[in-house]
């Protein structure tokens, strides 16, 4: 199971930062790695628990749809989704006042497949060769298989937590300029 989790303090109310985390689309919007194309909450209502979200995004050349449903929600605090993808994954929001502001947390977890854990990977000749005879390691040293799963694990941690924390930052902006 991969955890990433990160937060950012906003100069914001908790009202404004959870309205919103609250609004899929506008959400999506300020994100640095994905293009929104399509995302709503389905019946166009306001965000609740058993709330379905479409999203169809395009990342890099391809294109994702996928929904999401909200699991729990308490207004001005939480907001927990799951993920109908192949590869389920949570999403948990929280925004609590401190200070003057807003502490938001962004949250991911979910069980990575071995093609994610493989792309985490720099296509360096070593990598590649490793593929190669990747299924075989469990067989001939479990210990080894292990501690490069931990490896591949902790690259794509890595590698969205950069994208997660470029995305705060992008909301963190649009919050502190006073956009709504």
């Not at 449903?69 to 001005?76: D, H, I, P």
């Not at 997660?164 to 909301?171: H, S």
């Amino acid at each position: 199971m991969i955890t990433v989790s990160r937060n950012v303090f906003i100069e914001a109310p908790v009202e404004r930062a959870f309205a919103l985390m609250a609004d899929p689309a506008a959400r999506s919007a300020l994100s640095p790695h994905a293009k929104p194309i399509r995302v709503e909450i389905e019946g166009g209502e306001s965000l609740r628990v058993g709330s379905v979200c479409h999203f169809r995004l395009q990342l890099d050349n391809r294109i994702v749809d996928y929904h999401t449903r909200v699991r729990e929600f308490s207004r001005n605090r939480l907001i927990v989704s799951v993920s109908d993808t192949p590869v389920p994954f949570q999403i948990r929001l929280e925004t609590r006042p401190e200070g003057d502001g807003t502490r938001l947390t962004h949250t991911e977890q979910f069980e990575p497949t071995e093609d994610m854990l493989h792309q985490a990977l720099p296509p360096t000749l070593a990598n590649l060769v490793l593929e190669k005879i990747y299924w075989l390691l469990p067989f001939l040293d479990p210990e080894y298989a292990a501690r490069l799963r931990s490896e591949r694990e902790e690259a794509l941690a890595n590698r969205l937590e950069e994208n997660l924390e470029r995305w705060l930052a992008a909301i963190k902006r649009h919050l502190e300029s006073g956009n709504r």
